[in-house]
């Protein structure tokens, strides 16, 4: 059996800075498509809502409401995993820097001369009021859509006698 030999340090190294990178690229992978997401669902409940829509139209847009706010919760999760790969392999990359040092003596990832966060990030908080201003926008969707349910004459049609069932129901078993 060959004797095995370590890892040198600047494949090591060279191996660290792809997986950071692969990591801060599917961080705004994801921030990108849920953006995305988000405004052409946006766009098309409002395209449903300029026409007189249908009851069938209509509890589709609530249910595509509260799924989407569903999803900008999971987004939010997603993001913070990704921030938090990045993080991880930037601290990697730091302690192997410290370790073995950079030819000429310079410090690439080290905190000193690495741009880390500030106190206050700005990408994650504009990331993080573009997702709170999607989920209003998303029960806004919600809440119309069920106005605009109830509105419709064909709902009352059979809820109102469904109404007169269930009163008749509860004051038999009382």
Known sequence: MPEAKPIG????????????????????????????????????????????PGVLVLVLLAIGASLAIHFNDKWRELIASGKRAEEHWTEELVQLEDANGIDGGCRIFHHGSFPAPGPKPRVPKVLRGVRHMCMVLWGVVFAISLTMFFMKEEVWSWIGPLWQSLSFLLSRCG
Do not use: K
Request: hydrophobic share 55%; with cysteine.
């Open 9 to 52: 340090s600047g494949q090591a190294f060279i191996g660290l800075c792809t997986l950071r990178n692969g990591a801060v690229q599917m961080l705004w992978w994801r921030a990108s498509f849920g953006i995305l997401l988000n405004f052409t669902g946006l766009a098309a409940a409002a395209y449903q809502f300029v026409g007189n």
